[in-house]
């Protein structure tokens, strides 16, 4: 069936490292891919998404890209900051409006 | 544009109380989706609506569980009676007219404790 495979966290970083959080997914047809943000106390917030082969999703300094040759979808940023301290989800969207989140990478952005 | 709201933002129960929780979705939104977010997990869909009929309700535990949306805007998610493994966080999203691959927005979620 379809499903999301995420990096296990937590991950620490110390501000204006390189961040990638590893997604890959199972899926029959063609799914899209979607990076959600959970920021402390707060729901979920898109903050990326791609819906066909080779797009690439970006938003506040974060890229994920969608490849269909390794079923995947890593976000990345090139220099994270103290804000970005947060829970990670990929997920995947089905034809039949099914979203299949991962179990969440915890982020935490040391000074 | 006002985002999805929950209500109420806690809850604290007994095991074996009943308890209920409401979301209003984005303004015209069509479709509204409940999900259920235990600690350390991802979101797992519990049910979704297409205004006010039921589209996928295979996940819901339905000898606890109980939701509706009866007039296609608000909805109410229900569980009685409560278990202990009920504790999570209740996630209401909406997506505006249920066509294929819709991006689905999120409320801040009912996070209920039973004790």
């Known amino acids: 069936g379809d499903s999301v495979t995420q990096m296990e966290g937590p991950v620490t970083l110390s501000e204006e490292a390189f961040l990638t959080i590893n997604c890959t997914y199972t899926?029959?047809?063609?799914?899209?891919l979607f990076w959600y943000v959970q920021y402390p106390g707060e729901g979920l917030q898109l903050l990326l998404k791609a819906t066909k082969a080779d797009d690439k999703g970006s938003n506040k300094g974060f890229e994920a890209t969608y490849r269909k040759e390794t079923t995947s979808f890593h976000l990345e940023k090139g220099s994270v900051q103290v804000s970005d301290s947060a829970v990670y989800f990929c997920a995947l969207l089905t034809g039949a409006n099914n979203l299949f989140f991962g179990t969440g990478t915890r982020l935490t952005v040391i000074p | 544009e006002a985002g999805v709201a929950q209500s109420p933002r806690y809850k604290i129960i007994e095991k074996r109380q009943s308890v209920a929780f409401w979301c209003n979705p984005i303004?015209?939104?069509?479709?509204l989706y409940w999900y259920q977010q235990i600690l350390g997990q991802g979101p797992k869909l519990l049910i979704q609506f297409q205004n006010n009929g039921v589209v996928d309700d295979s996940q819901l535990p339905k000898d606890r569980f109980s939701a509706e949306r009866l007039k296609g805007v608000d909805s109410t998610l229900k569980i009685q009676p409560a278990k202990l493994e009920d504790s999570a966080v209740y996630l209401c999203?909406?997506?505006?007219?249920?066509?294929?691959?819709?991006?689905?927005?999120f409320g801040p979620g009912t996070r209920l404790l039973v004790l």
């Open positions: 303004s015209g939104h069509a479709t």
């Open positions: 899926a029959t047809g063609y799914p899209s």
């Open positions: 999203a909406s997506s505006p007219s249920g066509g294929s691959q819709e991006t689905q927005y």
